[in-house]
C-alpha cells in the first residue's frame, strides 16, 4: 500500500544518524559530546572526545569550516551551536598549545596503536608534511611503522602557515605537530621528490608510499594583460606574506578576484598590508551565492572591503608595463538550470576599475610532476591522483593518496580524514597484501579505542531553551584589527561557553516509544512544542518502504504484500495508528514521556561504540 508517509523504521544507524554533528564530521569527532561535557563543566573529558579522532583538534578549533554545524539540528529550530568555537574553548585548557608537553595530548588520541609510537614496523613513506601527510604519520606511527616525512619546504606544516595570522596562531599547530613527531617519525625537509629523490627511490626503499603533497599551484590567470606588473594569484601573494614576511608591492588600491574562503584571507590579509588604503572585491556571484563562509565575508566587510557584485572579469589594463585597472562585464547568470557553474556576461555593460594592483583567487592546481612515468597512468586531469575515495588506494601496489592531491583543494578536515584513510588502508596493505574494501570504505585489521562516551544530561531542554541565542565570540574591534595581525577572535569566558554549550540539543538521548502501552490518547502530541510527533492511520502509511510491512504483520497479525489493497486488510490498518517521530525536529525536552500516563515513552541514551579486533 502507498500512503503519503514513508517512514524508517529506528535501527543502530538510524540512532547514529541522529547526532547529526558527528555524522558530518569526515573525521567521526562526537561535537555533540564534547558540547555536553563543556555545558556540565567537564573540561578534560569535552577535550578528550574533541582530540580522539583528530590530531589537530587545537588547529579545528581556530579554523575548521565546520561542516558540524551546517548539520546541527538546533540549526533546524533556529541557529547552529558554537560547535567550533567551543572546540577552542577546550583547546585552550588541555590541547597542545597549553601543556608544557605536547606530547603529553597523543593519550588521547582514539585511533588504533598505542600512544607514543613503536618504530619496529616497515618503513613508509609520506610525500608531503601538510595536515593529511602529518596525520597518516600520526597513526602509521601508533601502529609501529618507521614513517617518513619528505617535505620540499624548511618545516613542516604545509598550508597551515598559510593562514592568516590573524586567524590561526603559529604556535599551536606548530605544538601539535611537534607532538606528532615526538613519536619517533623523521623528516626529510629541503627534500623535493623528484628532484633530491625520485618516486623509484621510494619505493625500492619503503614498503609502501603516500602521496600527499597538498595543492600549493595557483590557477593561471586567463585574461589578457595577465603578465602586467602588479598582478598576482592569491596563494603567492599569501606566500609572500605569511612565509617571507615580504609582501609583493600592491599598492594602495589592491583589487581582489573571487569569493572564496582563500578569497576572504587574500582580502583581509590585503586590508592589513602597510600602505593599502581600500581593497575593493570583483565576484561573480550575489552576496547569496557566494562560497565564502558568510562569517568570513561579514568581518571582511567590517574591516572596510568593497564588494563589487556580479562582475565578471574581462581583462587586465595598463600601460608602461605596468596594471593600473580591471576592465569588467556584468554578469547575467552564475549557473544554469542544473545549478553547475556556467556564468553568462552581457558583453555590451562594461566598465573599468581603477586600481594598483590585482590579487585573483580564483583556484589552485596541483604538481604531480615527481610521479614516474610507469606511474603516470594514476595522474588525473589537473593533477589530480586517481584514487578510491574509500581507501585513498591507487591500484599500484604499495602506493597511496590523501589530502588535496586526492580530492582538489578542499577544508583540513577533510585533508586529515584523508590521511587517516590511507594510513589505514597502508596498514590493512601491510598485513595481508592487499587493502580490504567495505562498502563504507576500509576495514583496519587492529583493535581500536573507541570514542570516549558523550555526557548524559543533567537535565532535559526545558529551562531556558528559547531564550539563550546562539552567540559568537567577541572579535577585536574592525578599526584596530585593520591594523595589524594579531588574533581577531577572542576566547569565549567559561560563562559563556556554559551558556552557548548549554544549547545544544542532547542528540544521543531519544524517546522510544512502546505501542503495546500506548492507549492514544495524544498527550504527547498535544504537549510536543516543536510538532515532531504525529498520530496517523495505517493507511497514510508508506508499507512498501523497506522493513515496514513485515514488522507491521508481526504487529497486527495481518498478511501485508506490497499493493496490498483488499477490503479486510485496509479495515484493519485503518483502524491501527502509528506513531511519528521526526528526529530533525525534536528538542529531546522529554515532555512526551513525562505526559505519557502509561510509561509508552522513554527518554532512552544511545551510546555507540566502533570496535575492531586484531585478526
Known sequence: MKGKYKLHIPDYQYYADQVACRKACPVGTDAGGYVQAIAQ?????????????????SVCGWVCNAPCETACTRGNIDQPVTIRALKRFVTEKFGAEAVSDPASTLRYSTAAGVPYGRATGAKVAVIGGGPAGLTAAHDLARLGYRVTIFESQHRLGGLFYLVPEYRLPRALFEAEIAAIMSMGIE???????????????????????????????????????????????????????????????????????????????????????????????????????????????????????????????KRIVGSNGRMEGLEVKKVLSVFDDQGRFAPTFDEGSVSVIPGTSVLFAIGQTIDTSYVSEDMEGIVGRNGIIRANIHTMDTGIPGVFAAGDIVTGPRIFIDAIAGGQIAAQSVHAYLSKGEVEKTQSGVSTPVSHRPNPSPIWPEEFNTKGYYTIERKNPDLLHPDFRRTNFELAEMSMTEEEARSQASRCLTCHVNPIFEGEKCVLCGGCVDVCPEYALKMVPLTDVDLDHGKTAPLLESFTGVEIHPGHLETPVVQTLSMSTAMIWDGMRCIRCGLCAKRCPTGAIAMEHLEIKEEVTLQ
Open 187 to 313: 623528516a626529510r625537509l629541503n627534500t623535493k621528490v623528484g628532484t633530491d629523490v625520485t618516486m623509484e627511490d621510494l619505493r625500492k626503499d619503503f614498503s609502501a608510499v603516500i602521496l600527499a603533497s597538498g595543492a600549493w599551484g595557483s590557477r593561471q590567470i586567463p585574461f589578457e594583460g595577465r603578465d602586467l606588473e602588479g598582478v598576482y594569484s592569491a596563494l603567492p601573494f599569501l606566500i609572500s606574506v605569511y612565509q617571507h614576511h615580504n609582501p609583493v608591492p600592491i599598492g594602495s588600491h589592491p583589487i581582489v578576484v573571487g569569493a572564496g574562503n582563500v578569497a576572504m584571507d587574500v582580502i583581509r590579509t590585503a586590508i592589513r598590508v602597510p600602505g593599502v588604503e581600500k581593497v575593493k572585491v570583483v565576484t561573480l556571484e550575489t552576496w547569496d551565492e557566494m562560497p565564502a563562509d558568510d562569517l568570513e565575508v561579514e568581518d571582511a566587510l567590517h574591516e572596510g572591503a568593497e564588494f563589487m557584485i556580479r562582475l565578471g572579469t
Open 41 to 57: 563543566g567537564k573540561y578534560e573529558k569535552a577535550y578528550a572526545i574533541a582530540r580522539g579522532p583528530n590530531p589537530f583538534a
